[in-house]
């Protein structure tokens, strides 16, 4: 990862804190939140240039549930997180 540790990053995953990274020269921005007590949702959208559309989002009833998602999500291009964790850059906007 650059600009930072992998784990440190999924730990800000893990915890729903608003993370913004960049892939392939774009911007995203994570969020995550609980909308109600049994449910966790979390979210990738594109920051910049910016979109409309979601990159990723998933609900689940758990934070380890949401986070496994994400971990086994292909959205990288159709590879997940640790086939790239080395091309994401970990920024603090």
Known sequence: MING???DFLEHIYSCQNTIFIFN???YW???????ESSVYMEIFQYQP???????S????????CYHAF???PIFNGKTFWSVEDEIEWVDD
């Open 5 to 7: 540790n992998p784990n």
């Open 25 to 27: 020269g774009i911007k």
């Open 30 to 36: 994570f969020q995550g939140y609980m909308p109600t």
């Open 50 to 56: 910016p979109s409309e559309n979601h990159f990723w």
């Open 58 to 65: 998933y609900e689940g009833k758990t934070l380890e549930e």
């Open 71 to 73: 971990l086994d999500a």
